[in-house]
């Protein structure tokens, strides 16, 4: 951190990674100003924050000027700017160091780094890992995302004593990204679904999401899906060590003897890696195929990273899921509380009630869009639901909705219907909060929707 003492940087873009850079630079005594494209009037919040801090940085918003590029020192941009933006070309035309958030802590950071990447389960299969090493006895960093940016671990005050660095790593953080080098990098799957704001077509998206692979040397390792990639030759043909891992069987596929890896077989998970272990699941409290695939890969990372056997299984038993993503609370008299308060729409709440196979009591509904068409989402709800405990703006089009089911009910506020769900359960239920609906009916966004579940289901 001392590099930067006392230097002049720019902060292009204003959101949390923003903030955090605010804080990283403040601590190295720099002076800091910060840039945003957006109108002034759209970042009411983000400026009122900003006049908080001391110092205060300077602030231009609404365009982005050349000479708050040419006059700065280093130039640090969040992961959501463009890394061709004519002022950051101009800038590393004129001997500015330039660094995207994530560039600049990988330039930071002295420790291994575990890299997770895909187009979705990132976040389940990083924490996944992170848990079972700190279970191992290991000191773990866990980011690499907007709400936990890879910078935070340059600001931790034990980062010396930290064993692993655990990153979620995006194609968009990928741009322009150079010298990233992960002892291990685990790749869960990849969609032609991409970020058309990005990238210029699915080819470029697809190139930048693999550069990652070009790092890799014959002493690292690869963690690949193979259910979803095995047939990919980037993959097949890595230069470093490759495992495997499939919910199917390696011996059902006849590929035991062709790979190394993580497998599922005989209602029992199995790894070759090193040495052979075997994995109870019937404790499991993450539910849904998708996680437990997510689990698959966090196994075979772990295990070639010599975890133990020990903690892995504990993982196994005991890793809750992540906050407001099907996440588990407790158990209280034979009774099961999952908090799903980030599934905002109708089909994230039907593949959420469809991971369970235990009667099923749930509580949804939220802010009232009349654009969505609660009738389609029905017959789903009936099959899958025991009782249907609704809330919010949207419960009155939903009950009318269901009408065919036969125990739903409205109640007249969210801490009711906690109350109201515990009443209508019985041992071996799960009551479930999944809204299918945004939250800004009553609360601020999903994350403190879920916070006041957690706090009233605790308080049972």
């Not at 890394?83 to 101009?90: G, K």
């Amino acid at each position: 951190m001392e590099r930067f003492k006392n230097k002049k940087i720019l902060i292009v873009g204003i959101g949390r990674t923003g903030f955090t850079l605010i804080n990283f630079f403040n601590r190295c005594e720099c002076e800091i100003k910060v840039t945003d494209i957006k109108p002034i009037f759209d970042l009411n919040k983000a400026v009122k924050k900003i006049k908080k801090i001391q110092p205060t940085p300077a602030m231009t918003f609404g365009e982005h000027r050349n000479d708050d590029f040419l006059e700065a020192d280093v130039i640090v941009y969040s992961s959501a700017v463009d890394p061709n933006l004519p002022q950051l070309e101009l800038a590393r035309q004129n001997g500015k160091n330039v660094y995207s958030e994530f560039a600049l802590a990988n330039i930071l950071c002295k420790k291994p780094v575990i890299a997770v990447c895909g187009s979705y389960g990132r976040s389940s299969v990083a924490h996944m890992i992170g848990f079972t090493l700190k279970l191992d006895g290991k000191n773990v960093f866990i980011g690499g995302t907007s709400d936990s940016p890879f910078i935070e671990y340059c600001m931790l005050p034990n980062k010396d004593e930290i064993d692993y660095v655990v990153v979620e790593v995006s194609a968009v953080q990928m741009r322009r990204l150079e010298h990233f080098h992960p002892k291990v990098v685990v790749f869960v799957n990849i969609s032609e679904k991409y970020p058309t704001e990005h990238f210029s077509s699915v080819g470029d998206f697809i190139e930048t999401k693999l550069s990652i692979i070009k790092s890799l040397s014959p002493e690292d390792t690869l963690i690949v899906n193979f259910d979803t990639l095995a047939n990919n030759a980037f993959f097949r043909n890595a230069n470093c060590q490759t495992y495997w891992y499939s919910r199917k069987s390696f011996v059902g596929m006849g590929v035991m003897n062709e790979i190394q890896g993580t497998h599922f077989h005989e209602k029992r998970i199995h790894s070759n890696i090193n040495y052979h272990s075997e994995f109870k699941v019937s404790k499991m409290r993450i539910v849904g195929q998708e996680n437990r695939e997510n689990l698959l890969a966090a196994v075979t990372a772990c295990k070639a990273l010599e975890v133990s056997d020990k903690a892995i299984q504990a993982c196994i038993e005991k890793f809750p899921g992540i906050p407001h993503r099907l996440e588990f609370l407790m158990e209280k008299n034979g009774v099961c509380f999952y908090n799903d308060s980030k599934s905002e729409d109708m089909n994230h709440l039907v593949k959420s009630v469809k991971a369970f196979k235990t009667p099923l009591i749930l509580i949804a509904g939220g802010k009232d869009l009349e654009e969505i068409n609660f009738e389609i989402y029905a017959e789903d709800l009936i099959k899958h639901v025991r009782v249907l405990v609704l809330v919010g703006e949207s419960k009155e089009r939903m009950n009318r909705a269901m009408g065919e089911h036969p125990q739903t009910y409205i109640v007249g506020s969210f801490e009711e219907s906690i109350l109201f769900a515990y009443q209508k359960s019985r041992t071996g239920d799960t009551i479930l909060l999944s809204p299918g609906n945004q939250s800004t009916d009553f609360f601020r966004d999903f994350e403190e929707r879920g916070n006041y579940y957690k706090k009233l289901v605790y308080q049972l």
